[in-house]
């Protein structure tokens, strides 16, 4: 069984003071932060590091260098989720609709595997009855959703719909009811 580890980090402000004057360095969108989530062994094997070297300053530099290693079916899942749901957003929305599968397993409220979320009835409209889900394509964008997959397992960048549970696409109308998150790109999340 697959289950997640709560509690995510987020980066803090903090007061940086010089000779001269003080400096305020506050986290952007754009901020990577250091992984807290506690792996299982199932986990550790569905989650890569990014390549040696400098911590990146970008979402899209950390997606570009991470080395995407051979996914369980757990992180499969989650990938296939992102690139079905969201391969034509940004990355931060790509992120976002991750965190959200990952949100949803760790709530309580849904399934508590990845897998279980993402098919469950009625919740992905790529999912086929059954629980079938289609094979991604292989390329840029399926690499992509899997490292974007490994990233959010990692919580290796900071989640930009921190506290979704749901989310839609902007052209559907729905009445919900629940506190709006943020938009990204094409799709509202949701508490």
Not at 125 to 144: E, I, N
Request: net charge negative.
């Amino acid at each position: 069984m697959f289950l997640l580890a709560h509690g995510a980090t987020t980066a803090a402000s903090a007061q940086v003071k010089s000779f001269e004057a003080p400096v305020i360095v506050a986290p952007d969108v754009a901020t990577p932060v250091e992984p807290s989530l506690s792996h299982s062994s199932e986990i550790d094997s569905a989650v890569a590091s990014p390549d040696a070297g400098q911590a990146p300053s970008s979402l899209a530099e950390l997606v570009s260098t991470w080395k995407v290693d051979a996914l369980d079916d757990e992180a499969r899942c989650l990938a296939t989720a992102v690139f079905f749901e969201s391969r034509s957003e940004s990355l931060e929305g790509q992120l976002a609709v991750a965190n959200v599968v990952i949100g949803r397993a760790r709530s309580g409220r849904f399934a508590d595997s990845l897998c279980g979320v993402i098919k469950q009835p009625g919740q992905f409209g790529f999912v086929r009855s059954g629980g079938r889900m289609p094979t991604p394509t292989d390329g840029a964008q399926w690499r992509t959703a899997q490292a974007i997959a490994q990233i959010a397992l990692n919580e290796g960048w900071r989640n930009p719909a921190e506290g979704a549970l749901y989310f839609h696409a902007t052209h559907r109308a729905t009445d919900w009811g629940r506190p709006m998150v943020t938009r990204i790109g094409g799709h509202i999340f949701y508490r």
